[in-house]
């Protein structure tokens, strides 16, 4: 991870600089659609299945 100003940066391209929100959805959404996942997924649902799978691990 990167700091940007306050922020911590978890997804960045080559030259180390933030995606934009908006392109990390796309990506997001590309990525299930090419695993059979009908269901509209976001980066937050992401964040939360990984933040329960977390928690179901302890």
Do not use: D
């Given at each position: 991870m990167i700091y940007q100003?306050?922020?911590?940066v978890l997804f960045?391209?080559?030259?180390e600089k933030a995606y934009p929100d908006r392109r990390v959805q796309q990506?997001?959404?590309?990525?299930?659609?090419?695993?059979?996942?009908e269901k509209r997924e976001?980066?937050?649902?992401l964040r939360h299945t990984w933040a329960t799978l977390l928690?179901?691990?302890v």
């Open positions: 100003g306050e922020a911590q960045r391209n080559l030259q990506l997001v959404r590309r990525v299930a659609t090419a695993a059979g996942i976001t980066p937050h649902t928690t179901e691990a």
